[in-house]
Every structure is written in structure tokens, then in C-alpha cells.
């Protein structure tokens, strides 16, 4: 079961004076600050997961626990929903930066969010010139000794989780290698083009 979660501050410029497209603003945020401190204050997630087998460490998911028991309010929950959307597209507009010259457009970052006694997983895609954050899988998390068969639902859920991830990994490193290709065979024509001396 998937829907689409509409973010307007995802597909919409903003204006300080003058236009600027959203993946300035990204950058203008984070220019010159530590790589932890990506966000605005509360705008941050509660962890994120990287991949640390590039020389650039990117981030392929994270997680919000929005909190309270039975339930947080709605307004919380979509505040940070809003978060998780924002930190993927983030990480997403990262890996733009780093593969130069790779078209990225394939590219699915994962998140989760734990609201009350839910654990939701959300998928950030870009479609279209657009980015979408979808819900992909949610359940409901064991609360007493007679609901504990829901933690076998949780648990392969979870698992799917990790499987995703590791297809971002892949994705990414396979991304990663296409762009050395592409910068070494443009050097490789430069060499090759140079007349000897």
C-alpha cells in the first residue's frame, strides 16, 4: 500500500528579495557547517544512516520518532513527516552534488518515522521533475503480551527496510563508479588528444 504525501516546500521556489530554487537554498544552509548540523534547529532527525564505504559518507536513510503514547498529535506527526521528507531530499540533493554528470533520477532514499505505537516507511523518489515522499509499509508495534504477533510483522518489515537500503548502497556505488568512468575517459581523451612533444 502506497500514497503519495504531497510536500510543497519541495516543489515550489522561494522569495528572500530574489527567486532562488530550492537546491540553493540547501546549499546556502549548509555551506560552511559541520555535515551533522545539516538542518534548522528542530529541523533535525533523530538518526540518520550512512554509508561509509564512500569517500563521501552519504546518507541512505534516517528515522524520526515522533513519540507519545497512544498517539502524538497530528500536527506533530505531520511537522515530522515533514522533517523525514526534508532530510531524504537533502540527501538527495548530496548525491546530485557528488555524482556529477550521472543521471541520479533512479535513485530511492528510505526513511522511518515510529509515531505512537506505529512504525511507518517512507520512500522520497523524484518523478517527473518532482519529488514525491510516499508511504510504503506501516505496522502497528507490540503494546501488550496478546499483541506480540505483530512483532513478526515489524520484524519483516525491517528486514525489508535493510534490503532497500542496501539496493540504495548499490545503486550508489554503482553510480559512483560510472562517474569515474566518465571523468577518466574525458581525461583519457584529453591525453590522447594532446599532440607529443
Not at 497512544?70 to 523525514?84: A, F, H, T
Request: with cysteine; proline share 4%.
Amino acid at each position: 500500500m502506497s500514497f503519495l504525501c504531497w510536500m510543497p516546500f519541495l516543489e515550489m521556489t522561494t522569495s528572500t528579495g530574489s527567486e532562488h530554487s530550492l537546491p540553493e537554498m540547501v546549499m546556502c544552509r549548509n555551506k560552511e557547517r559541520d555535515p551533522y548540523d545539516r538542518a534548522r534547529i528542530g529541523y533535525k532527525v533523530d538518526a540518520i544512516i550512512e554509508y561509509q564505504n564512500l569517500y563521501w559518507n552519504p546518507v541512505v536513510g534516517c528515522l524520526e520518532v515522533a513519540g507519545g503514547l497512544p498517539r502524538c498529535s497530528r500536527s506533530k506527526e505531520w511537522n515530522d513527516i515533514l522533517k523525514l521528507g526534508l532530510e531524504l531530499w537533502d540527501s538527495w540533493t548530496s548525491a546530485e552534488d557528488q555524482l556529477i554528470r550521472v543521471d541520479i533520477g533512479n535513485l530511492v532514499y528510505w526513511g522511518l518515522i515510529v509515531v505512537g505505537r506505529e512504525i511507518k516507511v517512507y520512500s522520497l523518489v523524484a518523478s517527473g521533475g518532482l519529488f514525491h515522499l510516499l508511504l510504503m509499509d506501516e505496522a502497528s508495534l507490540p503494546s501488550s503480551h496478546q499483541d506480540l504477533d505483530n512483532i513478526k510483522l515489524v520484524y519483516f518489515m525491517l528486514k525489508e527496510y535493510k534490503r532497500e537500503l542496501d539496493a540504495t548502497t548499490n545503486t550508489l556505488c554503482e553510480f559512483n563508479k560510472k562517474k569515474i568512468q566518465l571523468i577518466t575517459g574525458a581525461k583519457r581523451k584529453n591525453l590522447e588528444g594532446t599532440p607529443e612533444r
